[in-house]
Structure formats: C-alpha cells, structure tokens
C-alpha cells in the first residue's frame, strides 16, 4: 500500500490494483483544527454509518464502496473502519444543504438576509426550519484554512452550469433522503455535507461519508425550539466546550485548541453511538 494524503480524520491509501483504501481515524477536528484528543470508536461509527447510509441511498445514486474486506497486508485495527473505493475525479465545491438555520448560515442571514446568495424570509432565528431546503455550497479549503460560501453562479463558474444543476439536484436529493429517514428516527438533519466525483464514465458518484455526525448536524426532534442553539448528536458538542469558559480557549488567538477532557471525550463517543444506532436500528458493538 502507498499513503497517499491525511486529512482530518482519514488516511488514503493507494492499493496495488489502483483502488484507493480510506480508513478513518478516531481523531476529531474543529474550527479547522484537528483536536489532540481522540475519541474512541469514532472512525468505526463514522464508516459504519456511511455504509448503512450509502445502501439508504443507492437507487439516488451511487457510491464509491468497492469493498469492506480488509485488503491483504493491512492491520487488523483498521478492521471496520476502512473502505476500499474506486479512484475519482472529485468535484472541486464542497457540497452542502440545509433544511434548518443554524450556524455560519445563521450568521449569513443575519448579515444579508440570504445564505450563498439564496434569499430567506425574515424572521427567522437560531434553528428555525427553511421554507424548503437550500443548496449552499463552499469552496474546498486546505486542512487548517476555512471553507469560504460560494453562491450558485459561483458554482457555475468553477465547475460549468450543466454540471452545477446536477451537483445542485443530488445534493437536495440527498439531504431530503437523509432528512426524512431521520425523521422517521426521531432526528432532524439541519444540514449536511455530501462529496462527488466523476467515475471514468463521467457518472456522479457519492464518495467520502454521508450522513454522518461529523458531516452533519443531527438534532433530537422532540427537544427541537427555535430561538437558541439545539441539543445535537454531532461534534456540535465539542464545538460548543470549545468555545465555552470551561476550555479556557480563545479562537481569535490562532492558538490550538486544548485537548478534550475524559467527561467530554466520553459524552462525545455516547452522542457518536447513539445517532448511529436511532438512524440504523442496529447495536453498535
């Protein structure tokens, strides 16, 4: 196997048939940083998750999974926490939606009454559900620098007008899929963040993970209020720690974040779990 590229919290790996292995650390990151602190079980979780995700979303469009089999040579810790997935071209827009108004989308309403060039009634406040969802795309940073919103023609520019009406079109179509799936289990999905890339056919193809706390906000239905930030099933939590007097951590000094307390670390892995198992049904062992 030949490493390939880290990011946050996967390893890529070039397998000898030209096959890319992707295997998912325990490690978490925020604000850009990625944190000391591991939290346990979190690369399976995400994994499993994605997979169970992908098989939800098959009939949308496809996925890059070739295998789950554990590829010869490979340590047997990375036994449920790696895939092997067909090499793509990846689109060059991070592709997100939105359902509900929270986050740097809440702070682009609030300046402009829009989120990526999208209009938005007025009134609405921290957590209020959209009209319908919103495609709100962003630029694809380096690790360590920070995803900027890009409007639609933005998109059209970088990626040609066919091609961002598509990127546009499955991202709802996921999200939707997503979104009524968890709210079946209890879940509200307020955004998400999908990955594409073009087979060698020229077909979309779903990569990376889907549907998963880290590329996701989930929020427990039946505590959801507008007005304030929700309860959440995704790393929300720690966002939140980070940023409270309690980590003593300034984010405008461009310092690192503090590595995450035992309490903290544990309460992540059980929030991790838990929006695994309400989404899937299944145990997490």
């Known amino acids: 196997m030949k490493h ?38 979190k690369g399976r979780i995400l994994t499993q998750l994605s997979l169970w995700w ?37 689109v060059k827009v991070e592709c997100v939606a939105r359902g509900h108004l929270t986050g740097s989308g809440l702070k682009d309403y609030q300046a402009t009454g829009t989120v990526c060039g999208v209009p938005l009634p007025p009134g609405l406040v921290d957590g209020s559900a959209l009209p319908e969802p ?12 920070h ?15 066919g091609v961002a009406a598509r990127v546009r079109e499955l991202t709802l179509a996921v999200f939707r899929r997503g979104a009524e799936l968890g709210r079946e289990r209890g879940i509200i999905v307020a955004d998400t963040k999908i990955e594409l890339g073009w087979a060698p056919d020229g077909e979309l193809v779903l990569a990376d993970e889907v549907l998963t706390p880290d590329s996701s906000r989930f929020w427990p239905l039946d505590g959801w209020e507008p007005g304030h930030a929700q309860p959440s099933f995704d790393k929300q939590f720690v966002r939140d720690w980070l940023l409270s007097p309690a980590s003593g951590w300034d984010r405008a000094s461009g310092a ?23 989404l899937t049904g299944r145990a997490f062992a």
């Open 54 to 90: 992908f098989e939800q979303l098959a009939d949308l469009l496809p996925n890059h999974v070739i295998s789950t089999d554990l590829p010869d040579g490979a340590p047997a810790e990375w036994a449920g926490r790696s895939v092997v997935a067909r090499r793509l071209d990846m």
């Open 147 to 161: 995803d900027e919103p890009m409007t639609f023609e933005q998109v059209e520019q970088a990626v040609g007008a």
């Open 256 to 278: 690192a974040p503090p590595p995450l307390p035992p309490e903290i670390i544990e309460r992540t892995r059980a929030k991790y779990v838990e929006a695994y198992e309400r």
């Open 134 to 145: 919103i495609f709100t795309p962003t630029t694809k940073a380096p690790v360590g620098e």
């Open 4 to 41: 390939l590229h880290s990011g946050k919290v996967r390893d890529l790996y070039e397998l000898p048939g030209g096959e890319l292995l992707m295997v998912a650390r325990d490690t978490i990151s925020a604000f850009d940083h990625v944190l000391d602190t591991p939290v346990p079980d």
